[in-house]
């Protein structure tokens, strides 16, 4: 008798210094698909003996769309575009570069006003859609930190015969490059567009 244990690939998703990030759009690609929530911690279940998997996490769910982007954020980013003070690490360049275009310019620092004018209430990049975060494999070394891009957004495993545990990203906000995002304050709807529909309603009026 031969006897498999479906393996499990689990993990964390992390802010660079504010602990577990909630409220994490998390999606499972491969053998088989699925898209759900995490707080923090994940966990895909169900997986067969030799599946293929990729995780990738979004999130684009602020409640408080300009949480942790204020004025100083626009000061250090045009700071570095001058070459006046460089942001110091690579993350912090990833959050800086908001339009997704692996540059960070005065088209960054535009659209971060704007974020935090309330004209915005998402980043847009050609590549990845609308989205206020960004994400990387906390595993990847990245070959210059001056330039982290492109960066390794996903984790992928293929043949699984085993568990995956500890499998982390790391997580900035968007436009947040002295990580001032409240955890507290960020909360974001799991849910980002309800419609309601009503099939053959009698509506009445009162006089």
Same mark, same amino acid.
Not at 33 to 53: A, D, E, P
Not at 87 to 105: C, E, Q, R
Not at 108 to 119: E, F
Not at 170 to 187: C, E, M, S
């Given at each position: ?95 800086? $570069? #908001? @339009?997704? /275009?692996? =540059? ?7 659209? !971060?006003?704007?974020?935090? +004018?309330? *004209? %915005? ?54 436009? $947040? #490059? @002295?990580? /001032?995002? =409240? ?7 799991? !849910?980002?567009?309800?419609? +309601?529909? *009503? %099939? ?8």
């Amino acid at each position: 008798i031969n006897i498999y244990i479906n393996p499990v690939v689990g993990g964390r998703i992390f802010h660079p210094t504010k602990g577990l990030i909630n409220n994490v759009l998390l999606n499972a690609s491969g053998t088989s698909s699925n898209t759900f929530f995490v707080n923090g911690n994940y966990k895909t279940n169900c997986l067969s003996q030799g599946s293929n998997i990729s995780l990738k996490p979004t999130k684009n769910n602020d409640i408080t769309k300009a949480n942790g982007i204020n004025t100083t954020d626009v000061l250090f980013t045009q700071r570095h575009i001058l070459n006046i003070t460089k942001l110091n690490s690579a993350y912090k360049i990833i959050a800086a $570069d #908001v @339009n997704g /275009d692996k =540059n960070i310019n005065a088209t960054d620092v535009l659209r !971060i006003k704007r974020l935090i +004018l309330g *004209i %915005d209430t998402t980043f847009t990049s050609a590549a990845k859609g609308n989205r206020l975060w960004e994400f990387v494999d906390s595993a990847y070394q990245f070959p210059d930190t001056t330039n982290p891009f492109p960066f390794k957004d996903s984790i992928s495993f293929t043949n699984l015969t085993s568990n995956k545990i500890n499998q982390t990203f790391i997580g900035v906000k968007l436009g $947040d #490059v @002295n990580y /001032d995002w =409240n955890p507290l304050v960020a909360k974001g709807s799991l !849910i980002d567009n309800v419609e +309601l529909i *009503i %099939d053959n309603a009698d509506i009445k009026v009162d006089k």
